[in-house]
């Protein structure tokens, strides 16, 4: 199996499109831009899902669901939102054998379609705050697609909420970008910096977006998640007012935020290795497998071993497996569940059967236990939780040791390569987070991006106090420290 | 609130708006025959959807996602599936600003993207079964809509199955119609009838379909699911070959089955009366509503008490609300509730605080029962149970009382009355489900729906024994026996 997967150091781009096709989690489409999601990334999505249900409805949000056609002339009242999507959008022109009389772009979000119905649903602060979310697909015609991380199509979830004041709007656009820092963290293993993006980088029609961004293994940035405050931008465009408790009429404030498919991705370019798929424990739709090695006087003994092995694994709720097929050796099973991505590995042989004993393997470290079968549930969930917190702590230690500060423009340069570089081999071994100190011009970010591709990623909202010094692209006074990187 | 509601009497159709507006399950939208599922409705829809995925997994079957766009050559390659859904398909011309080499059209239905990437996944008999299962929203542009019945877009699930042989199909279409039965019984409270399709009738493209048919108030029928067994047609259309255990290449069977948010309407439908909406207690997204009833100097002591109740129904597991608003009087509360189909209704005031009591009202019934505290939790469960049943036993009642055998198309113009009649007001008071025995031809079929609009809604699956005598639409020896009915 190992061997179906191109190192990381001969192609990056390649071994993460081979961990995908081989552990089965998506596949091409005879659609352009469009990717088919397998069962095997499927079962992630649904545990990611559930997760992400779960803390929305603890924070008072519900689901809804809204049309996936817009017609176009919505889109056109937020000036830059149309701005921003316009050029990627899906048009559909006829429907019944005939041509409309005005065409739908499908959703690449909802805020239009969305913000056209809250006109109809709020009239007083009685009717505030509305915190709906939606689970859906929405369509981006983009030219130049990666399986999970840029599909035209993908599925994502987009809260869309409505609040009396400035205030409220804000704190809600903050509670759910920290909902999202948490699950990276603690469901994904995706160690994350939570920020604020430029002016350039913000959505189109938000007044300031924040975003969680991650490092990936050729340390590029890769934006994870955003919440938006809107301000009153949408509730112009769509003239929604509302009675206010002082009986006056005010235009409603707002937030949206999402999170996508590209989470998979996300997680699978973080943690998995030249074998393959590496998946936190949460997310793996098996946590543990049983490979039995037998011969065929002791099968029957060994395979009645792992069935009890199995039960007890299960009875303390941990997802487990027995690989039982003999048409296939142990080692092609080691092999190849180490492609997928089971988090552990259980190994039970014939003298393992006669000390009443078994050996566990972790999928993170390698590392190999022999421990007795009466303890051996117990351990299992324990290795399980190890491997959730190693996988984190490993993301983190490797995204602190490459980001860096960098004071000037010449090291930026430096840092990141040029832009013009043949950077195809040396890509993976250049750049990270460059920390620097920045003046706030877009006309600094627009130059480090033509001289070396990097980007303003944010401006860590826990590292804004104390800004003394020059902008690290222009030299001027500066207002913000912010992360620059490559990005996917 | 009971105000706002239609009478059933006066306007059978205008009713069942009135319930899904008034009740906020759904609303119209900006985009011509798409509606909002509000969240109530849509919290609705993830109850039935936990339901259908828990037996889903139970079954075997796994979810994957393919793209929402189909090439439309992809339709046409099998012909009776592109025959019957050209007319209603929505077509996407440009995407990024540009004209599209191919149009696309967005899924009415996935059988033939899935089946041209079946072609890349199945090569040997190792590969079969593939069960997999979608959630998804697709799209047949309709002419005439109705919330949650019939509109352009709407949410579904849709199984894919390929298999090894026509036998294995045939158990894998019956054992879905079988899960489908059984959730809309016991989850939904909807009885069905579970039949086979005429030809006339059948999904375009299947070789058989299977039917679960329900009977609304208006006795007309509504096909709540459906399970289709696909023969060889799809892997003929799309050329998906397997080389079979003897090491001869066959073509695959096949077998596809759905259900939508059209449940949703038939629920509403089935159960509700002219007070608003009845939900079966599994579905509704409150069990209980506490209404306390209080006066000024009594207020603080009922509302403790309230709150005590209010936790012991959660700790024995029920969806209990306290109305503690007082805004509102307790009539308006009581009215409300019921029109929002809350099942049971628990009023507390100072004599029931003093006697340690409260009244418990069941929204099917309208009965009332004064019970302990001590028991009300307990009392409240067996409630809700005697509720579920209760609903699933009056709509089989019904059923069975609107089911009436008719020797001959005579009967069947008295029975359903006449096409060109205007029916506006005896609708309602006519028709039902006639039962008949039937030749088999497709011309009777025609006759019947041009005389009176009805059709034949399915063969059922346990009343083909015995077949002995006249088709009683034009008298020739029969082969079957059918229920035919007006339907939505």
Redesign the interface.
């Known amino acids: 199996m190992a061997d179906k997967i191109t190192p990381r150091s001969v192609d990056y781009s390649q071994w993460y499109i081979d961990i995908i096709l081989n552990a089965k989690l998506a ?1 091409y ?4 831009g ?6 095997r990334g ?2 992630i ?2 545990r990611i899902q559930a997760e992400l249900d779960k803390r929305f409805k603890e924070t008072g949000h ?10 176009m002339s ?1 889109l056109k009242k937020e000036a830059e939102h149309v701005e921003g999507f ?12 005939e041509e409309l009389d005005e065409p ?1 772009c ?1 959703r690449p979000t909802s805020e239009t ?1 969305i913000w ?2 809250y006109k ?1 649903w709020i009239q007083s602060w009685r009717d505030l705050p509305l915190l ?1 979310n939606q689970w ?2 929405v ?1 981006r ?3 130049r697609t990666r399986l999970f991380l840029r599909t ?2 993908f ?1 994502w979830q987009e809260g869309h909420t409505a609040h009396e004041t400035r205030e409220e709007a804000e704190a809600e656009t903050m509670r759910m970008l920290e909902v999202y820092r948490s699950v990276a963290e603690q469901h994904l293993c995706l160690p994350v910096v939570a920020g604020v993006k430029s002016e350039t980088e913000k959505f189109a029609g938000a007044v300031r977006t924040y975003t969680i961004e991650a490092m990936m293994q050729d340390k590029k940035a890769l934006q994870a998640g955003t919440s938006h405050f809107l301000g009153q931008n949408f509730a112009k465009a769509f003239d929604v007012q509302y009675q206010n408790r002082e009986g006056k009429l005010d235009h409603v404030w707002a937030t949206s935020w999402g999170v996508s498919t590209r989470l998979i991705g996300a997680v699978i370019m973080t943690h998995s290795d030249d074998k393959g798929l590496v998946l936190p424990p949460s997310l793996a739709p098996e946590q543990l497998v049983i490979v039995p090695i037998v011969k065929k006087d002791t099968q029957a003994a060994v395979l009645a071993y792992a069935d009890k092995l199995l039960a007890e694994l299960k009875g303390v709720g941990v997802r487990a497996k027995l690989d039982a097929d003999d048409s296939a050796s142990p080692g092609w099973k080691f092999a190849e569940w180490e492609m997928r991505g089971v988090p552990l590995r259980m190994e039970v042989g014939a003298r393992d059967l006669e000390a009443g004993k078994c050996v566990l393997v972790r999928r993170d470290t390698g590392e190999k236990l022999v421990v007795s079968a009466l303890e051996a549930a117990a351990k299992a969930r324990e290795l399980l939780d190890a491997i959730q917190q190693n996988l984190l702590e490993k993301a983190r230690s490797f995204r602190e040791a490459h980001t860096v500060p960098v004071a000037d423009f010449e090291g930026m340069k430096a840092f990141f390569g040029l832009a013009g570089e043949d950077l195809a081999g040396a890509e993976a071994a250049k750049g990270g987070f460059a920390e620097g100190l920045w003046c706030g011009s877009a006309t600094c970010e627009a130059s480090l991006k033509q001289a070396t591709k990097a980007t303003l990623r944010c401006m860590p909202l826990d590292r804004q106090d104390d800004i003394h010094g020059n902008c690290c692209l222009c030299g001027a006074p500066a207002k913000h420290r912010a992360i620059f990187a490559r990005n996917y």
């Open positions: 596949d489409s005879p659609v352009k469009c990717m088919v999601i397998r069962p499927y079962a999505w649904e519900e689901n809804a669901y809204f049309p996936m056609l817009i017609p919505f316009a050029p990627e959008l899906a048009v559909v022109t006829h429907g019944g054998g739908y499908i379609i056209a119905k109809d709906y859906a697909n369509m015609w983009e030219k035209a199509e599925l």
